[in-house]
């Protein structure tokens, strides 16, 4: 079994211990969501697209757990860390870099580093996204009109 479809399982687990059905449902739908995302922008960017699905899968883990977005990008890196050390399926620049991304992004107004760059924006792909008839948030927009620029999506949808 590859490591991704490894972490996979071990967030299908932990997800599936919430006890609200839509939440539930939603964490999975957002965690999986991102991770395609970011399989592609990590493509497009000569980035590790493995590395890039890897830290989409664990980046919202913390909130869903405690139920709470508190510091959940800082805590959730901190979190992302024990769980890989625990697994064994990354080295250490590996989770180093995973780490990072998931640390980053909820910095969505700054620019980090070019893999959490791709975090951010897959974060924000399945944000604005998902449901095309709901609004961007403002926090979002440039960065992803940004984005639409870099894949040629033009602005009206
Ligand atoms: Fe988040
Ligand atoms: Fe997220």
Redesign the pocket.
């Known amino acids: 079994m590859g490591r991704l479809k490894d972490l996979r399982k071990y967030v299908d687990t932990e997800i599936n211990k919430m006890e609200d059905a839509d939440k539930r449902t939603g964490a999975i739908a957002?965690l999986y969501g991102?991770s395609l995302a970011a399989t592609m922008i990590a493509k497009k960017r000569g980035q590790d697209p493995e590395i890039a699905s890897m830290a989409a899968m664990l980046?919202?883990l913390h909130a869903y757990k405690t139920g709470s977005y508190d510091d959940h990008a800082h805590k959730g890196a901190d979190l992302a860390g024990e769980i890989l050390r625990e697994l064994a399926i990354t080295n250490e620049a590996e989770t180093e870099a995973i780490c990072s991304a998931i640390y980053h992004?909820d910095d969505k107004l700054v620019v980090d580093g070019p893999m959490d760059e791709v975090l951010k924006d897959a974060?924000v792909i399945?944000?604005c996204m998902n449901d095309l008839s709901k609004p961007i948030k403002e926090k979002e927009q440039v960065r992803y009109e940004k984005l639409c620029a870099e894949f040629g999506i033009g602005k009206d949808k």
């Open positions: 957002h991102v980046h919202d992004h974060d399945h944000h």
